[in-house]
């Protein structure tokens, strides 16, 4: 019998919903359901007695989604995918500050190091302690943070991210990102929360993801309102599954299975 | 011929006015000489009662000023730990008119307060704001760096104000002998090393304060004219005195000597009001209910109804419900545990 995983989450999902094909051949010896809701949706959704459940007040679907709640009982693992762990107000804290610390000065309000540490980790401590609460302690479940945003929105134009630009140009930002996510890895653990970074072969440089896993017509030529540096394509989702079932389930993918085309139905 | 007394009202008898009063419901305590409207730009001041008045207005949305707390869903506890979103600007309980004076002085360039820098343990802490690092820094440098930001914001805080409220909450305190430099904590207590030839201690007199009063309402109408003052009394005893006498008696006459500063300043000039928090808490009709066991710490009851006098006195549509709607930082940490320097004493004692 083929082992049940469920990934779940917000829209980001839908980069593993697209690599499904390449999962299914990949891992022929497991059963993977795919469960996503736009992220308000999701944050408003019920997990009651075990099952999930999106509000019937907020009828907004993605678009490869036919179900508005799933029960977790039958999966033997479960990928949550999406927590941002407040990543852009950690950027901007230390993006408008400069480390006393440090030996930068920019002229930005002073924060000492001390400061910036607890306040981040405080920050981070709450949105571990939000998924504990949401979710209780399932030794099933595994949480992924939302992608790093792509490499290309940096440049300015339409999805510019201003504050991981800022921090790439801030001297000491890849030092205290990187304590960001052994904070996260921390706050976890203490929660006694599961949590999987993203895997290093998906970023480009620290703390983006390279540009070559962007959903095809979403850069900066298409429409403003099609733009998305933010959501990831196939190729993300089987690398990432991949890392998940090599790090919480010891499989690794049958050999030729290689990265997927992008496929057409995303989120 | 009748008394004088025959036609008082009601709230001028003390048994109509207070003893047969619900002391949640007494009407005619604080009637405002000027409006404070949700738009208001406020700063806020003083000792760690204020910290109340903030938390409130910032807890209903009103336009308290807040010119160094840095945006985000950061827990208030651990903001709170390093001396953000108490007040207007991060500069830690201010208990005496003379020490808001000071700053205010030393913000504008006139002066720079003696013995800035004090250490522990082979850290340094700001000697006007010990508690907003708790740990200290690594160098004295980085103490005045921040300092010098500090002072600008503070002048930020009080050219964006239209209403400054000051808590009142000492008159006693410790000052370098030479310069009468004065800290918000005695020397050895958070920082530093208590020298009795370079520091003393000074218990205001009611002059003093009024002067100070004076001198600060001068100051900061030089930096924004039309700006208003709202003077409160902090309501909460002294911890401990470093007077000669008893704790009560020392007490009593640190409130009254800035019971009566604040009431003369708000004869005095139509831009300076007096809310009388001090006066609901303290209310003998309130059989000390509205203090905690160690009769010392105000309750959330006690906060709520003092601010409740606030709301209803300038907001009334907007005071129907008594709780506070939600506030800026999401707060989920303990309501009523603020950041005293003061009760620092009492601890470090036990």
């Keep these: 019998m083929r082992e049940k995983i469920l990934i779940i989450g917000t829209s980001h999902t839908g980069a593993f919903y697209t690599a499904r094909d390449a999962i299914a051949a990949g891992f022929p010896d497991l059963d993977v359901s795919y469960f996503g809701l736009p992220g308000r949706v999701y944050s408003s959704a019920i997990y009651e007695g075990g099952v999930f459940r999106a509000p019937e007040s907020m009828p907004r679907q993605l678009a490869w989604m036919d179900r508005r709640e799933i029960d977790f009982a039958p999966f033997s693992h479960i990928l949550h995918v999406g927590e941002r762990y407040a990543l852009n107000h950690v950027m901007r804290l230390m993006v408008f500050h400069d480390v006393l610390e440090e030996p930068e000065r920019t002229g930005r309000a002073f924060i000492s190091s001390a400061a910036l540490a607890d306040l981040i980790r405080g920050t981070v401590a709450r949105r571990a302690e939000r998924l504990l609460e949401r979710f209780g302690r399932d030794s099933r479940a595994c949480f992924l943070p939302a992608p790093y945003p792509l490499a290309r929105s940096t440049r300015l134009g339409a999805g510019h991210e201003y504050a991981l630009a800022a921090l790439g140009k801030r001297a000491h930002g890849a030092k205290w990102m990187a304590l960001y996510e052994q904070i996260i890895e921390e706050e976890m653990h203490k929660a006694g929360l599961n949590v999987l970074l993203q895997p290093r072969q998906t970023r480009a440089g620290q703390f983006m993801t390279a540009d070559h896993f962007a959903r095809a017509d979403t850069d900066q030529s298409a429409p403003p309102d099609k733009v998305d540096h933010r959501h990831m394509n196939a190729d993300y989702g089987w690398q990432v599954f991949c890392a998940f079932a090599q790090r919480c389930l010891g499989q690794t993918p049958e050999s030729g299975i290689t990265a997927p085309a992008q496929q057409l139905k995303t989120g | ?350």
């Design chain 2, 1 to 350: 011929m009748g008394s004088p007394y025959d036609t008082l009202s009601a709230s001028a008898l003390w048994r109509s006015g207070v003893a047969e009063v619900d002391p949640l419901a007494i009407d005619g305590v604080y009637l405002p000489k000027f409006p404070v409207t949700p738009d208001t730009k406020i700063m806020t001041a003083g000792s760690c009662f204020a910290q109340h008045v903030h938390r409130a207005l910032a807890a209903r949305n009103w336009a308290v000023i807040d010119v160094e707390t840095p945006q985000g869903p950061i827990p208030r506890a651990v903001l709170n730990r390093y001396g953000y979103g108490l007040y207007s600007a991060r500069y830690g309980n201010i208990y005496t008119a003379r020490q808001m004076l000071q700053l205010l002085r030393e913000a504008l360039g006139e002066i720079r307060p003696a013995e800035p820098i004090w250490t522990r343990d082979g850290r340094y802490f700001d000697a006007q704001r010990p508690n907003a690092e708790p740990l200290g820094l690594e160098s004295a440098e980085h103490v005045m760096e921040a300092r010098s930001v500090h002072l600008r914001r503070v002048l930020r805080a009080v050219k964006r104000a239209e209403v400054f409220v000051f808590t009142l909450g000492l008159t006693e305190v410790w000052r370098h002998k030479e310069s009468g430099t004065v800290y918000p904590t005695a020397p050895g207590t958070l920082a530093g090393h208590f020298d009795p030839e370079v520091y003393g201690f000074h218990n205001f007199t009611l002059p003093e304060v009024r002067k100070d009063l004076e001198a600060l309402r001068t100051r900061l109408k030089a930096l924004r004219p039309d700006l208003k003052m709202l003077l409160t009394v902090s309501p909460v005893p002294l911890t401990a005195t470093a007077t000669d006498k008893h704790v009560l008696v020392s007490t009593s006459y640190s409130k009254a000597v800035l019971r009566g500063a604040a009431g003369e300043m708000a004869a005095k000039y139509e831009d300076v009001d007096y809310f009388p928090s001090f006066e609901l808490i303290t209310n003998p009709a309130a059989g000390g209910r509205f203090y905690k066991n160690n009769l010392r710490s105000v309750t959330e009851e006690g906060v709520t109804a003092a601010m409740r006098m606030f709301f209803q006195a300038h907001a009334p549509d907007a005071s129907a419900t008594d709780g506070p709607t939600q506030d800026r930082f999401e707060d989920d940490a303990d309501e009523a545990d603020l950041i005293c320097e003061e009760a620092l004493i009492e601890a470090a004692r036990s």
